[in-house]
């Protein structure tokens, strides 16, 4: 007797579509975030290249803000470990990483998807100055006098705030884990019969 083809169900099919369909929506509405930090990173690069000159520096509020055009061969915040080939190399590698973990993570709470796609933009943007320049234009200059922070750019402003963000959501997950810990009731020890009668029976 031949056998009856199994019947799909629609319905589930169907499901399983929209709920793919959601996870992948929540995916691009958050790589918006990254595209803004790319699109916003290098538009003030261009700017202050254009009308700035090397080492050109303005004040914007008093002492305390200024604009100052440098190229950095390092890593964020001028810190040099290594050749610009490495930075590359490690930019290159960290943001495919990055972008993975955030795919991953797409159905992870806001924040945590918020924290990778503001260090992916962030990362990206100084890759494409990298790859355009060999170097990584930087101009925005804080401190008072000559204490000042190492000049920075938009994008490691992003990196900056991803990873703090990042650490708090961290660091709030494991509170309310040890919380939810916490929060269990005690299972009290069952004593054998034998053992709870004797110790309740007084000598006679």
């Given at each position: ?57 303005v004040k914007v509020f008093g002492d305390f803000v200024r604009l100052t055009y440098i190229e950095n061969p390092g890593m964020a915040f001028g810190i040099k470990i290594a050749g610009p080939w490495f930075f590359t ?116």
């Amino acid at each position: 007797m031949p056998r009856c083809a199994s019947i799909a169900n629609p319905t589930k099919k169907k499901t399983t579509a929209n709920k793919f369909n959601r996870q992948e929506g929540f995916l691009l509405k958050i790589l918006f975030v990254t595209f803004f930090i790319i699109v916003f990173d290098q538009a003030t690069k261009l700017i202050i290249k254009s009308q700035f000159y090397l080492t050109e520096s303005v004040k914007v509020f008093g002492d305390f803000v200024r604009l100052t055009y440098i190229e950095n061969p390092g890593m964020a915040f001028g810190i040099k470990i290594a050749g610009p080939w490495f930075f590359t190399l490690f930019s290159i590698i960290a943001s495919i990483i990055i972008f993975i973990y955030l795919y991953r993570m797409r159905r992870e709470a806001l924040l945590s998807r918020l924290s990778l796609a503001l260090i992916l933009g962030g990362a990206i943007g100084n890759l494409i100055d990298r790859f355009l320049y060999g170097r990584v234009v930087d101009f925005i200059d804080i401190g008072v006098g000559h204490n000042r922070w190492p000049i920075f750019n938009i994008a490691d402003s992003a990196v900056t705030l991803g990873m703090v963000l990042l650490i708090s959501v961290i660091i709030f997950e494991k509170d309310e884990q040890h919380k939810d810990q916490s929060e269990l009731p005690v299972k009290k020890k069952e004593l054998p019969e034998s053992e709870e009668r004797d110790i309740w029976e007084m000598p006679e």
